[in-house]
Structure formats: C-alpha cells, structure tokens
C-alpha cells in the first residue's frame, strides 16, 4: 500500500482567511455573524449537533473547516418539507447526509420492532425526531431544496446499506441506498480521507460525476471501464451452481489470466445482482461471504453489484488514518459541548460521553453480530499517548461539571490500542475475518504494556482522581498479559465492570466468533485475585445476547442455568437485532453460515425467528423474573427438563406463582429494558461508541 497524501497536506480553500467559528452555524444569522454570504458544504444529520469528536458531523466539519472550506449544519431538520433544507441557502460544492451516529431505524425501533419512546441523539431524549431510513428522506429533500447540488451520503447508515442488504424492518433484502436516495457519492467507513480530496476537487471544477477513483466511495454506474479485470464472485471460491436455474451470472467476461496476472489495482469482482440476491438467500449469503473477504484495504478489490441495468460499485476501503493525522483529527477546534441553541436541554448522548476518551478506531474482533469491522476496519488507528493526555487535560479545565474522574479511555474495544498485526506486509495479505478467532493469531501483537503506560500516566495528571475503563474489553486478550488485569483492576473498575461473553455455548459462540466461556473463567480468577489484593470488592458483570442465529432451546437453557450457578440475574436482556450487513444478519435472513464458503450443501443455520421463540430466549435470560415463569415452566415441559421445576436450589423455576405477577396479556406486557448492540459511530468518519445511557461492553 502506497501511503496517501496527509489529509492536513491540501492547499487550504480561499474561505481559510474568515478564520474559525466559534461552533458551526446553524443559522443564516450565525452565517452572517461570521461575514458567510453562503456555506460551501452543508452537511445534514439526524443527531442534534454536538461539537465534540464523539460526533460525526462535528468531525466532518471541522475537518473541512480546516481544509478552508465553510461549513454549516441543519440538524434534524423537519423533513414533511423541504423548507428546513433551505434554511442556510444553497451550498457552493455539495450537501453532506447522514442519519447520524447510528441507523435510523435501529435508532427508533427495538429488535422486535416496537418504536422507542426516546432518542439518545437529541435534547431531552424526545423521540420522533428523525424519520424511517433518514439519509433517503433527507437526500430527497435537498435535492428538492436545491437542484443540481451534489449529493454525498456518509455516516453508518449509508455504509452499511452501501450494497444490496436484508432490511430487519421490512424483512427484505433492499437495494442500495444510493440507489433510493439517488445520491451522487456514497463515502463508507473512515470518511476523511475520501472527503477532503472530493471537496478540494469539486473546489477545483471538477464534476462528481467524474470522481471515480477514491477509496472508501461507491457510486453508481454503467458499464465497466476500460482496462479493468473482471471476475465472477463464484469463481472466488469455485463456488459449484448453487441450485439449478438459480445462478445466471455470467462467466467471467475479462481477459485470460494464463502466463500473466491482472493488476489486482485493476480488478473487480462482481457480486451476483440485486434481484439474485433478493430471490435467492445462498446467493444473498455467498455475496455476504465475498464482502467480508475483500474488507482488507491492503488487498481488497473493487466490487460491483449490478441493480437492474447499473452498476453500485464500490472502491476498496479507504487506507487508515496515521497517528499523526488522527491526533489533528481528535484535536481539531471543537466547542466540545451542544450548539448554543439546545439551550439548557439535555442530551443523553453528550452526558455519557463528555468525561470519556477515544484513544482508538476499528477492531479485529470480527464479531459478526457487530458492524464496527464494516464500518471502521480490522486495522486499529491509534492516537499518541501524548494526544490522548491533552484531550484528558482539555476535559478537566473545559468540561462543566468535571470532578475529576474520567469516566472511560476507550474505544470500539478498550484493550486493542497500539495491538495489531506484527508484519505489515503479512497483514496487507491477510484474508481473516479475525485476528483472534477462532484462536489469537500468531502474528498479532498482544503487548499490552504501552496501553499500561497510558493509564499510569493518565491517572497521574494533576486533577485526575480516577480513570475508569467502560468499554468493553477482549478478555481473551487481557489473559495474556496478567499485569493489564492488575492495573485494570486495582485502578480503573468503578465496583462492576462489564464484559461481553454473550454467551456460554459452543454453538452459538461459533456463529458469533467469540471465544468460549473457559476464557471468562481464566479472566475471572484474575480480576478476582487482583481485586482482592487491591483490596477492592468488585464484580463483573456479563452481558449475554438471546436469540442469535445458530441458538438452540437447549443453548438458552443451558445459559439460564449457568447464570443460576454463578448467581447472576441479569437486569437487561439483548435480543438479537439483524442490522443491515452484519455477518450474523446474514445467517439470519439466509439460514446459511458465511464464515464458511457457501453451496448448495453447506452449513445449515438454525435461526430463531418467531416472536414466542424470541420471547423464550430472553425469558432464558431473564429466568429469576416471575413474569417468565409461566413461559419457561410450559417450555421445559415441552424440553423434557420438568425436572428443572420446582422450589430447590437445583430448580430454575419455581412451581408456584406469585400473586399478580405472569398473567399479563403477552401483548401488553411492557418488554425489559433492552441493550442496544449497534456499534455507535459517528458520522462518516468517527469514534465508535455504543450504547444509550451508559455504553455497554461488546467485546
Ligand atoms: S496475519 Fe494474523 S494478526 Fe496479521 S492481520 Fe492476519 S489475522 Fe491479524
């Protein structure tokens, strides 16, 4: 891989000389306060505006600010109009959208699709802020506002539905969402370094219809260029017919490979159509399959899905950011609080994260329930310990209401900082969806003793009494280094820390990819013994997931049971939620196992897909709660296990039933409070972050 040009090496637009505003503008009279006759990119979003790095529009637009240009923001905007797209004018080079830090319809609805009656991402929590699938509305809208203006989708929602994907919500396989939204770019994953080139570039003149050979983008077209190789995604993995009369691909149509390679730069691999993959789930999953394997930007190819008679193509993943550039990205101007306008209101999101730290991007995780991998990479991007202590100094003298704790140095997964793969020419060839499962790579780093370093010295910064770790961590990894235990421990748990083993079964841990429960047991004993020579009494508390795709009644059971053992009763259950092209979503929509290579005879995926079965896994779950019981106690007669029933400590149900309580009507029984499991990521670029109130763990 041949490194890019430093995002902060562009000659500045002429606009640079109007300086810094103090926040973006959100209004004409903000633009005229700041001597603006127009702005250059006006970027749209579903979450309130938040000048803070955890917040993708605040990222994308002072980077562009940065770069000279002048940038605007309609935060959710009224969409029944196009009225509020008007509101700052018409924007010289392009319109930015995206549906904010998350997918609207995860946003708005749980995973048995009931409407959520609040809204982290905006003031007071008030729902109903943001519509259904909101990067299509709003691109509808400012095309309506403005004609002619180009249009430029970003953020996760318009990343992770950038091809043909299985939309939970409507139980269908949709098309791309550049084709619904009729956008002209589609900018996916790590935005900065695709958008600063495309703003200079339309800057200089040049149509965007023209831009076709930036990383990290899709578009639409017709037609394959000149000079470029084209291979049928089959032929990846000599992928035999898949069912008669179901594969009508045409054999790969590029030139002869025998006696020379084509240029991999050069290359394309076309993926079987919008319509073949919506009538036929094995193709659906065999497309999954070869997405997930060209996600490697040292040697993905371009890929291309045909939608009636065009082409979405998609350029290889962008390159990751360097220390360097992610430190000037982390340390850009921002107010680092609500826009004045929110007045006094509060913003559930800002409160979780405005004493938190990002020291990191990506994951090599590759849980497949997860879509940070699609979103962010495999290759950890790492802030400088240096930037990292000035962003905690930041928060201490300019944060209201610091007392002195940080409340997380974290990330996509806390402990992955400065870990990653000890061969750079190894890892630019590499073709794994993980790089610790299904056991930790030979060739990854596990060194944990920089990130050591780092809360020694955090924690030693004058006014810092306490930093705290509330992102998740692999605990697979923390095995290997018993001194990061220690300092976890003894330093940074606030009394609980949670962690993710999701569950306790072989079967559904492999349709995971996560690492069996002997390895939270090995964590365990550590936390537990340098708990107690700390001095400190503390417990972990583990998150568990019901209902993913490969679980059975008996793998639920077995759980319950294991949480009675272990005297745990878990306050939130986490139902399986299929977000668009997450590997796990695949084997739900398909009944097929992507991780391994797709035909008419290969793996089988039970998948639980009916609202009782749901039910009764997280009834599972949630076995102490006399609500369940009724249920559990009808299942395990029906599982032959009646011998679990009853009033003794061996019994997970009670025989007896509490007056008042399991006699609701199964419709009108409110659900649990459930966890949201969606990684959280800012805008097109961004700092991962996950959860409502409090983030929860994923690793
Ligand atoms: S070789 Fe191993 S450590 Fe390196 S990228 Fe591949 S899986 Fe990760």
């Given amino acids: 891989m041949s490194q890019p040009p430093d995002i902060f090496s562009y000659r500045k637009h002429w606009a640079h000389k109007l300086g810094t505003a103090p926040e973006l503008p959100m209004s004409r009279a903000e633009m005229d306060l700041l001597g603006w006759d127009a702005c250059d990119v006006v970027i749209l979003t579903g979450d309130a505006y938040v000048d803070h790095p955890s917040f993708g529009m605040a990222i994308i637009g002072r980077l562009l600010e940065a770069q000279g240009f002048r940038v605007g923001i309609i935060a959710q905007p009224d969409w029944t109009s196009a009225d509020d797209f008007r509101r700052l004018g018409r924007p010289t080079l392009c319109f930015g959208i995206t549906a904010g830090n998350m997918d609207s319809m995860v946003n708005r609805y749980t995973a048995d699709r009931r409407l959520r009656s609040d809204d982290a991402y905006t003031p007071d929590g008030a729902p109903n802020r943001r519509p259904d699938r909101a990067v299509t509305v709003y691109a509808q809208r400012a095309r309506e506002a ?59 003149g040049e149509p965007i219809e023209q831009i076709r050979d930036l990383r990290g983008t899709a578009f639409v077209t017709r037609g394959r260029p000149p000079g470029w190789h084209e291979i049928d995604a089959r032929a990846l993995e000599r992928v035999a017919p898949l069912e008669s009369g179901q594969c009508e691909i045409a054999p790969t149509d590029g030139p002869k490979t025998s006696g020379h390679r084509p240029e991999r730069a050069r290359t394309l691999v076309r993926l ?58 982390f340390e850009l101007p921002y107010a680092r609080r609500p826009h004045s306008a929110y007045g006094a209101a509060r913003i559930p999101a800002w409160e979780m994260i405005r004493f938190s730290v990002n020291i990191m991007r990506g994951c090599f995780g590759g849980c497949t329930f997860c879509s940070i991998t699609e979103h962010e990479g495999r290759i950890i991007q790492n802030r400088s310990e240096d930037s990292i202590l000035r962003e905690i100094a930041e928060i201490r003298d300019r944060t209201a209401g610091f007392t002195g704790t940080i409340s997380d140095l974290g990330g996509p997964t806390a402990n992955m900082w400065r870990l990653g793969c000890k061969d750079a020419r190894i890892e630019s060839s590499c073709r794994r969806l993980s790089c610790v499962y299904p056991q930790i790579c030979r060739n990854l780093d596990t060194n944990h003793g920089p990130l050591i370093q780092l809360y020694r010295r955090a924690r030693a910064l004058p006014g810092i009494k306490r930093v705290l770790i509330a992102s998740g961590l692999r605990y697979d990894l923390a095995v290997r280094s018993p001194e990061y235990v220690r300092e976890l421990a003894t330093h940074h748990v606030g009394g609980y820390l949670k962690i993710a083993p999701e569950h306790t079964e072989p079967g559904p841990l492999s349709k995971m990819m996560k690492p069996g429960i002997g390895t939270y047991d090995r964590f365990k004993t550590l936390f537990d013994r340098y708990s107690r020579e700390a001095g400190k009494e503390q417990y972990l508390i583990p998150y568990f997931i019901a209902a993913h795709p490969g679980t059975s009644d008996e793998d639920m059971l077995n759980l319950a049971l294991w949480l009675k053992r272990n005297d745990f009763r878990p306050d939130q259950v986490q139902g399986f939620l299929p977000t668009p092209m997450a590997i796990a979503s695949a084997m739900y929509h398909t009944g097929r196992n992507p991780l391994k290579r797709i035909t008419r005879d290969s793996e089988h995926v039970s998948v639980v897909r009916k609202q009782r079965q749901r039910r009764l896994h997280k009834a599972f779950l949630r076995y102490h709660d006399p609500q369940n019981w009724p249920l559990l106690r009808e299942a395990l007669r029906a599982m032959g296990r009646a011998d679990l029933i009853g009033n003794g400590k061996r019994h997970l149900v009670p025989s007896f039933q509490p007056a008042g309580t399991g006699a609701t009507p199964e419709g009108q029984r409110r659900p649990p409070r459930e966890r949201l499991v969606q990684t959280l990521t800012p805008g097109p670029p961004g700092p991962a972050r996950r959860g409502r109130a409090r983030r929860p763990p994923r690793s």
């Fill in 272 to 329: 079987p159509s919008f319509e073949q993959v919506r009538k036929d789930p094995l193709l659906y999953a065999h497309a999954s399959r070869i997405l997930h394997l060209e996600t490697n930007p040292g040697n993905a190819r371009a890929l291309v899905q045909a939608h009636g008679d065009r082409d979405v193509w998609i350029n290889p993943p962008p390159l990751p950011l360097t220390t360097a550039e992610l430190d000037r990205v």
């Fill in 146 to 204: 403005f004609k002619g203006v180009p249009i430029v989708l970003g953020g996760i929602e318009a990343s992770l539905r950038r091809l043909a994907h299985y939309d939970h919500w409507s139980e269908q396989v949709r098309r791309s969402v550049l084709i619904d939204a009729k956008a002209d770019l589609l900018i996916y994953g790590n935005a900065e370094r695709a958008l600063v080139e495309l703003v200079h570039r339309l800057a200089r």
